[in-house]
């Protein structure tokens, strides 16, 4: 069988939610195909590395150490595929590479241009990614919004693969949005209209529509979406507000989106949806509650932690518990009353010193009274710094990354990194095994004594505090296997105080939450 293509759109406004209802058709069309993902996107940015979260959201990074958007989370979780940095193609690499091959005298002298030479190198990607993985299916998701400057040439690429594929082997699949109004109280379709009539425009007709929208899809919108649009009334499908994304693929099934790909397509994958609809009906309908206190600095975009907070709904739909994220912004910790009334501590990743002294106190207060923490990168070093300071005696003890002047730089710079000037992707970046301490906490949640998870940082535990911090009681209970870096800390004695070096939440899935973040959920409700 020919591999098959699907392109997922979207239209009307950014935000709708193309990645996850990408990788909700992935999930929905993987019993029996093997599916992988591609993200195009138009900013010219080489990667997302070096973008504040409060303008892109989280940094997604994978096993070979690519840095990505998060978008690729919802295509790991959903579709249980370890994502790899070459099925993540933006516009800045693909300039970066015309000219790079320009300078080279790759087009032998041809004037270059955005058509054939630009959209042929996108086109050369993808399907060099598909000779490489040799898939039954690609998904490919365009960034942004139809309209953009941004994706054209990306637009323009998927046109052509139709006639280099053959319109049997690809289908296109639009996200639009169709409001509802305030005291209007009608489901409106204009928007989806002038959007598809957008993307017409630029020569691709869309198979099947998805429509955002609070509410079902009436009979008559779908309808008349239909008669304006070119698709069938059964291709019109609703993409409708939920609590929670994992119920996406629970509501595509419903409006019959696999039988419109499978007939489309001439493929046939039926979805198994039996284990997953009980999870998501353990988040629905918990039974247990707790409240966990997230004291990050970049707060106020909660997709700053996205991975994080899913990390969490696993947890959730696996001990069937409700929990509630309260969002601590560190920056304005004064006293410990904003971390009264919780069961549990985090203290995610994060880079510069803004708000650090903040969580280095809520670390504090959590060790003192035996609140269960788990500490993530950034949370690691700082929780090595508060028991340096204030069990070891070291006074004034610090990262050299928030004060270089320190008297015991606890956290140093990787020797490695110092010559370090550019910042993009020259951290410590992907999957890195780890030696974990038989008869430790993590050893018994992981259970297992090697283990792998990824990383993004410059900093690590200097090794001349070694011996200090363990002396009076810090337990080293995860080690690189030359045994020189610290992976994972512990306080055994306490109810549960376990910090990581790596963010283990980038792993975590529906099906098999992240070992230490179930730890945690399970020592905060009992």
């Known amino acids: 069988m020919p591999t098959k293509y699907i392109t997922v759109t979207g239209g009307v406004l950014s935000g709708l939610g193309k990645g996850i209802a990408a ?47 998060m978008d690729f989370g919802h295509y790991e979780r959903f579709l249980g595929v370890t994502c790899k940095s070459q099925w993540n193609l933006t516009m800045g690499k693909v300039f970066d590479r015309v000219r790079k091959k320009e300078r080279r005298g790759d087009y032998l002298g041809k004037t270059v241009q955005y058509i054939p030479h630009v959209t042929d190198l996108i086109k050369d990607h993808i399907f060099q990614v598909a000779r490489e993985e040799r898939p039954d299916m690609v998904i490919i998701e365009i960034g942004g919004t139809v309209g953009d400057i941004e994706n054209e040439l990306f637009l ?22 169709v409001p509802i109004p305030h005291g209007v109280n009608e489901q409106k379709s204009k928007p989806t209209q002038q959007s598809v009539n957008l993307l017409k425009q630029r020569g691709i007709f869309p198979d099947i529509i998805i429509g955002r929208c609070k509410a079902f899809l009436t009979p008559e919108i779908k309808t008349k979406i239909s008669n304006f649009c070119d698709v069938d009334p059964s291709a019109v499908i609703t993409g409708l507000d939920v609590q929670d994304i994992y ?34 009906d353990n988040i629905r309908n918990p039974h247990q509650e707790i409240t966990v206190a997230m004291c990050g600095k970049y ?19 696996h001990l069937s518990c409700k929990i509630n994220l ?56 700082l929780a090595v710094i508060e028991f340096a300071r204030n069990v070891c ?40 095994p780890a030696i974990l301490q038989e008869g430790s906490v993590v050893h018994a949640l992981y259970g297992a004594s090697k283990v792998s998870e990824r990383h993004r940082h410059r900093y690590e535990v200097n090794p001349e505090y070694h011996p200090v911090l363990q002396e009076k009681g810090l337990c080293f ?24 070096q790596a963010h283990p939440e980038l792993k975590s899935r529906m099906e098999t939450p992240a070992p230490l973040f179930y730890g945690f959920v399970k020592a905060c409700l009992y």
Not at 26 to 33: D, P
Not at 156 to 177: P, S
Not at 396 to 419: C, W
């Open 247 to 280: 119920e996406i693929p629970i509501i595509f099934e419903q409006e019959g989106l696999p039988e419109n790909i499978h007939k489309k397509l001439n493929i046939y994958s039926p979805p198994d949806l039996r284990r997953w609809k009980k999870l998501v």
């Open 23 to 69: 990788a909700s058709i992935g999930h929905l069309l993987s019993s029996k195909l093997k599916i992988i993902p591609i993200k195009c996107d138009g900013y010219l940015n080489v990667d997302p590395g070096t973008m504040n979260p409060f303008e892109h959201g989280e940094v997604f990074v994978l096993d070979d150490g690519g840095e990505v958007d």
């Open 393 to 432: 005696g070291l006074r004034g003890a610090n990262s050299t990354e928030m004060d270089p002047d320190t008297p015991h730089p606890v956290i140093d710079i990787l020797p490695e990194q110092r010559a370090v000037t550019e910042k993009g992707g020259t951290m410590r970046l992907g999957a890195y």
């Open 326 to 381: 309260r969002w601590v912004e560190t920056t304005d910790l004064k006293d410990a009353s904003l971390l009264e009334s919780i069961d549990g501590l985090v203290v995610p990743g994060g880079f510069g010193a803004r708000g650090t002294e903040g969580k280095i106190e809520a670390i504090r207060l959590a060790r003192e009274q035996n609140i269960p923490f788990l500490g993530l990168c950034l949370g690691l070093q």
């Open 156 to 177: 323009e690429a998927v046109r052509q693969m139709r006639e280099d594929v053959g319109k049997q082997n690809i289908i296109y699949i639009h996200l639009t949005y």
């Open 299 to 317: 707060t106020k975009l909660e997709d700053s932690y996205a991975s994080i907070v899913e990390s969490f709904n696993h947890c959730s739909a």
């Open 477 to 500: 209970s995860g080690l690189s296997p030359d045994g020189k870096l610290v992976e994972f800390i512990e306080l055994p004695q306490l109810k549960f105080f376990v910090a990581t």
